[in-house]
C-alpha cells in the first residue's frame, strides 16, 4: 500500500515525512522520497511476547513524499499536472497543509481548497478527453466504448463539473468501469494540519475550527510535524515520557495509520507460531480463500478450510493449547469472512 505526502511547496511535508518513516528525505527516487513505516499493532506485539518466535513481522505502508513544483512566490504555486501524475500510482493522500506561520500570514482553508481544486481538474481533464475521444471514434464508426462506460464517465463529469470529490458519490468512485482512469478524488484524502509547538497540547477538533476546516467533508488531523521529527530521533523507550511532557497523546503515525486503514477500508488477520508472527492486510469483507491467497497463492488454489481463534480469546486463555480445550478455535470454510484480529491457520492441499 503506497500513500503519498502532497502538498504545496513549504507545507512541511518533508518534515512530516521524516516524522513518519524516520528516513532522509534527501534520498530521492524518481524524483520522490520514499519510506516503509511497519503499521503499529499491539497485537503483534503481544503475540510475539507468548510466541518468542525467530522473526516478527508487522504490516507495513510505503509512504511518499511526492514534491510539488515551486511557484514565483514560492508556497502559493499550485500541483501542476506532472506532478499529479506521478500521484495516480497512490492508495491514498496525505495532503499536508501549513499551519505554523508565526506572522499569522498562512491561509490552511484555503491552500486546502486550492490543491483540491487542482486536483478536480486534473480528473476533469482525464474524464472529458475520455469522452472526446469516445465521440470522435463514434463519429468514424472505431469507437469501443461501451454505453455502461459512457454512462459513468458522464455521471463522474457531472460530480467533477459540480466542484465534487468523486468520493462523494461511492458508487461512482469505485466503478469497476473507472479504475484504469485512476481519478485522483477517488482516493481517500486526510488532510494534516502542520502546527507549531505551541498548538501540541490544543484539541484537533480546535486546531481545525480556528482555520475554517474541514472542507470538502475531509477528515483532518492537527500535529507538530517539527516535534514528532524529534521525538522519531529519540531512542524507543524515551519517547512515551516526551510525549506526554509536550501533551501530545498520539504519535501522528498512529493516526494516520488508523485513518488510513479506515478510509481504503482495511484490516489485518494474524498468523502465529515459533517461527514467525506476522500480521496480514486484507480488505475488509474478505473472504477466507483470498485471504489465504495474501499469504501465498498456492494456499488460496488449495484451500481447504481455516482454523480460526479470535486474538481476544487467545489472549484471555493465554496459550494455544488452553485455547483448544476451551473450544475456541474453529474450522471456516470457504464462505468465512476473516475479521479483524483472526489468528489463523490455513489448511491446504497442493
Known amino acids: 500500500m503506497k500513500v503519498a505526502i502532497i502538498g504545496l ?39 510475539s511476547e ?51 506561520d508565526e506572522e499569522g500570514l498562512c491561509d490552511p482553508k484555503a491552500d ?81 494540519l502542520s502546527t507549531g509547538d505551541a498548538d501540541t497540547q490544543t484539541p484537533t477538533d480546535a486546531v481545525l475550527a480556528r482555520h475554517g476546516l474541514p472542507v470538502f467533508g475531509l477528515p483532518g488531523f492537527a500535529c507538530c510535524a517539527k516535534v514528532e521529527e524529534e521525538i522519531q530521533g529519540l531512542p524507543q523507550a524515551e519517547r512515551p515520557a516526551f510525549r506526554e511532557a509536550m501533551g501530545i497523546t498520539e504519535p501522528v503515525l498512529d ?24 500480521a496480514w492486510t486484507i480488505r475488509d469483507g474478505t473472504l477466507a480463500p483470498r485471504a489465504a491467497g495474501a499469504v501465498h497463492t498456492d494456499i488460496e488454489k488449495g484451500f481447504i478450510r481455516a482454523e480460526v481463534v479470535s486474538f481476544e480469546d487467545f489472549v484471555r486463555l493465554g496459550s494455544e493449547a488452553a485455547a483448544r480445550r476451551a473450544g475456541r478455535y474453529r474450522l471456516e470454510g470457504r464462505e468465512y469472512v476473516v475479521q479483524d484480529g483472526d489468528i489463523v491457520n490455513f489448511r491446504f492441499n497442493v
Open 9 to 47: 511547496a513549504q507545507s512541511g511535508k518533508t518534515t512530516l515525512f521524516q516524522a513518519l518513516t524516520g528516513a532522509d528525505a534527501s534520498k530521492q527516487k524518481g524524483g520522490m522520497a520514499i519510506g516503509t513505516v511497519k503499521v503499529p499493532d499491539a497485537r503483534v506485539d503481544k503475540l
Open 50 to 100: 507468548m510466541y518468542q518466535p525467530k522473526k516478527t513481522t508487522h504490516a507495513t505502508i510505503e509512504v511518499v513524499e511526492a514534491h510539488a513544483p515551486r511557484g514565483a512566490e514560492g508556497r502559493s504555486a499550485g500541483l501542476d499536472a506532472a506532478f499529479l501524475n506521478v500521484c495516480k500510482p497512490m492508495d491514498a493522500f496525505l495532503l499536508c497543509i501549513r499551519a505554523f
Open 112 to 192: 486546502v481548497e486550492a490543491v483540491i481544486a487542482d486536483m478536480l481538474l486534473a480528473d476533469l481533464m482525464v474524464v472529458e478527453n475520455r469522452l472526446e475521444r469516445i465521440a470522435t471514434d463514434a463519429k468514424k464508426g472505431k469507437s469501443n466504448a461501451t454505453p455502461e462506460e459512457v454512462q459513468a464517465l458522464e455521471r463522474a463529469k457531472a460530480l467533477l463539473d459540480a466542484g465534487k470529490l468523486m468520493r462523494d458519490e461511492p458508487a461512482v468512485a469505485n466503478s469497476p468501469l473507472l479504475r484504469n482512469y485512476a481519478l485522483l478524488t477517488s482516493r481517500p484524502i486526510l488532510v494534516i
Open 255 to 278: 493516526v494516520v495509520v488508523r485513518e488510513v486503514y479506515r478510509a481504503l477500508g482495511l484490516i489485518s488477520f494474524l498468523t502465529s507460531g515459533e517461527d514467525e508472527v506476522r
